[in-house]
């Protein structure tokens, strides 16, 4: 027997073995991988002749998807996601052009209301039809709601109806800026965490409220941009670079997002994501829009990662003045 280190673990061969001898024992196929053997590139063409050796340090390599960014998402309530934009299912055309919008988008979790059944045409269309919930994560959310107990009563319902556990609270405080009612907002988070939902929250941009949601149980903080529809962008960033620096859990910015640049202004700041629905359903070209969000949000999300350049008051050179013509 001879002992080599193979991908930096000790491994005893039978004398003789060769390469491809030894990628046989290991089920690997000769044609999809590279060997390095004492630090030279071992052609694929000599693997049956080169017989290895007591000693030989061996590394054998393939290739696997992507980069950093694979490992650069993002968990809630113990659930991991890769991308970062969540879309709602409100205001599309129909739910052939939601499903559309949602592929482009990338998003992996998608809100939906709790409405009541046409129980008299049995053969209208269902969402699930088009979006399959195997598939993607189903968020169960509470618009509409103005009060804690329709909120609480509409999230028991669809834990009911589909199992969900994982769901998005909002208790609106009047129509006409649909604005969170922080009271009852809060009232609602406490009796839904002693229910053991998993409740992400949408709030007000006010950082104590935010870490009052977070002590009662919130497992997500979500302060709005501007107000829900409005399509006006982010108009608080201080204080949702305030909601983010003080909390444990993730902060995703929902309502209020028009463009792809509002959604990588919301990434820069540190949120773990963005939330949208009518900046996509309403744009002339939803497909197209929802593309450009998700593009939006990763381009946000690495420059977050870059590190932005500090703002300077007056002009500083890129390149060196010395040694001018």
Not at 26 to 46: F, H, Q
Not at 218 to 232: D, H
Not at 263 to 277: D, H, T, Y
């Amino acid at each position: 027997m001879i002992e080599v280190t193979l991908n930096g673990e000790p491994r005893r061969l039978a004398a003789g073995t060769s390469i491809i001898g030894l990628l046989g024992a290991l089920a690997l196929d000769a044609t999809k991988v590279a060997v390095e053997r004492n630090l030279e590139i071992v052609p694929r063409s000599t693997f049956d002749a080169v017989t290895l050796h007591d000693g030989d340090q061996l590394e054998i390599v393939h290739f696997v998807g992507g980069g950093q960014d694979d490992d650069d998402g993002w968990e809630v309530a113990g659930r991991k996601f890769k991308s970062r934009l969540i879309v709602g299912t409100g205001k599309y055309r129909d739910f052939a052009q939601n499903a559309a919008a949602l592929e482009a988008s990338g998003a992996e979790i998608v809100t939906v209301a709790v409405r009541r059944v046409n129980v008299m045409d049995k053969g209208q269309p269902m969402l699930t039809d088009f979006i399959d919930p195997k598939k993607f994560t189903y968020l169960p959310n509470t618009a509409g709601c103005f009060t804690g107990d329709d909120a609480v009563r509409t999230l028991r319902l669809a834990r009911e109806a589909g199992g969900w556990n994982l769901v998005k609270l909002e208790v609106l405080g009047e129509a006409r800026t649909l604005y969170p009612d922080m009271a009852e907002t809060l009232r609602a988070t406490e009796i839904l965490v002693k229910e053991g939902f998993d409740v992400m929250v949408y709030c007000a941009d006010d950082p104590i409220a935010a870490k009052k949601l977070e002590d009662l149980g919130a497992c997500a903080i979500m302060p709005l941009g501007s107000l829900i529809g409005s399509g006006l962008g982010i108009q608080n960033p201080v204080t949702i670079r305030m909601i983010i620096e003080g909390a444990k859990v993730p902060v995703l910015v929902d309502a209020g997002v028009g463009t792809a640049s509002d959604a990588a202004a919301a990434m820069e700041l540190g949120c773990a994501g963005v939330l949208m629905n009518t900046a996509i359903a309403e744009a002339r070209d939803p497909i197209l829009m929802a593309r450009a969000m998700k593009l939006g949000v990763e381009s946000g999300r690495l420059a977050y990662r870059a590190g932005r350049m500090a703002r300077r008051r007056y002009a500083d050179p890129s390149s060196p003045l010395a040694g001018l013509i």
